[in-house]
Structure formats: C-alpha cells, structure tokens
C-alpha cells in the first residue's frame, strides 16, 4: 500500500491528532481508522463518472507512533470498481496538503 507516513509520534502529538481527526474526518468502526472525502473537482473522469460509487475518499490510519494517509482512493459504496485507484498527482498534492495542514494548525513539529 502506497502511504505518506508521519511517524516519530509522541504521546502529546497522538492526543492532538487523534482529536483533530475526530473533528475532522469521519471515524469508522474501527479505531484509528477515519476517512477523509475527495472534493468532487479532483475526482478523475472516471470516479465522476460512477456515481454509484460515491462518495469517494482517502484513509488515514492513526495509531500512537504514526499517521499514516492511504494513497488509494476508494468508494464508500463497492469494494472492486475501475474507480478505485491509486491518487493521480493532484489528488496526492491534497492528501499531502491535509497532512501539512493538519500539523501546521496542531503545531507539531517533525
């Protein structure tokens, strides 16, 4: 799986992110897992095309020693599409952004 990866975590950084997720992005049923939704203007023709497949969106997995921000775009609605795929570069530049953006209003510094 292709990630952007921010590791190093300390206990206080955990707590902050954890928070900022929670408000953030939407908390699954797993803990530690939250899903980010793509804006539709970055969806690929394909992914706009599907629209049985919406809402499209990122993961992020958090877990006490990192934050880790899938690189696949995936549908909240089917598990196998030609939809699925993994994030063209404009895509990547937001997760990226997200993550950059995310640390920059939580002060941490890595």
Known sequence: MKQ???????????????EFLDEN???TALD??????????????????HGRCRPHYFAINLDI?????ELLIR??????????AYATQEQRDFII?????????LSIKI
């Open 75 to 84: 549908s909240k609605q089917v598990l196998r599409c030609s939809c699925i």
């Open 65 to 69: 020693n990192q934050v880790a921000f």
């Open 97 to 105: 952004r997200f993550a950059d953006m995310m640390l920059e209003k």
């Open 32 to 49: 530690g897992i939250y899903w980010v939704n793509l804006p539709e203007d970055l969806c690929t023709t394909t992914q706009r095309e």
């Open 25 to 27: 992005a939407e908390k």
């Open 4 to 18: 952007y990866v921010i590791d190093q975590l300390r206990p206080r950084d955990y707590e902050q992110v954890l």
